[in-house]
T-cell receptor, first 114, second 110 residues
């Protein structure tokens, strides 16, 4: 069975600083990988996804993520964080069929200091 | 095009009461899912439906039942609510392996 680990429960960065959120997965085959963002009291919004091809994936709001098979990682990055990026971020892995649900990490809460 | 909608947004129940959480999607997706979200645990799958007329258990199905009423609607029922079911419930539907989420239902069981 697949699993996802987000090692950082809480991260604080200054506005304008760069950001990297870590995600490690466990899955036997090539996974489908996702990053979602959740603002307080809101649902989950898809930031980006990786299915195959170029391992550097661009998403919305200036985010990108890189799939590294050798490290079983799919870290999320942003070069310059904005105060509005404060939220909780979830990494998820899918088994690759429409019938299967996603397995989520426990999330990383991002706080942005002015 | 409203995407995935959920009702109610918030509900308070007493232990032992029953209720149904409603979910609908207007994107013509085949697969639909119910998750619960608890602090520090991410989202955990309760039930899912690959297509109209089929449902399957997920990771945490105990205490819940579901109905895939038609292609649009997928409801979650708590027959006898327990305090352990206090959570935020999310419905999702899938298109091309990507899940789209509703806004959630916040449930408090006293």
């Amino acid at each position: 069975a697949q699993s996802v680990t987000q090692p950082d429960i809480h991260i604080t960065v200054s506005e304008g600083a760069s950001l990297e959120l870590r995600c490690n997965y466990s899955y036997g085959a090539t996974p489908y990988l996702f990053w979602y963002v959740q603002s307080p009291g809101q649902g989950l919004q898809l930031l980006l996804k990786y299915f195959s091809g170029d391992t550097l994936v661009q998403g919305i709001k200036g985010f990108e993520a890189e799939f590294k098979r050798s490290q079983s990682s799919f870290n999320l990055r942003k070069p310059s964080v904005h105060w509005s990026d404060a939220a909780e971020y979830f990494c998820a892995v899918g088994a690759g069929t429409g019938r299967r649900a996603l397995t989520f990490g426990s999330g990383t809460r991002l706080q942005v200091q002015p | 095009n409203a995407g995935v909608t959920q009702t109610p947004k918030f509900q308070v129940l007493k232990t032992g009461q029953s209720m149904t959480l409603q979910c609908a999607q207007d994107m013509n997706h085949n697969s639909m899912y119910w998750y619960r979200q608890d602090p520090g645990m991410g989202l955990r799958l309760i039930y899912y439906s690959a297509s109209e007329g089929t449902t399957d258990k997920g990771e945490v199905p105990n205490g819940y039942n579901v109905s895939r009423l038609n292609k649009r609607e997928f409801s979650l029922r708590l027959e006898s609510a327990a305090p352990s079911q206090t959570s935020v419930y999310f419905c999702a539907s899938t298109l091309q392996e990507t899940q789209y989420f509703g806004p959630g239902t916040r449930l408090l069981v006293l």
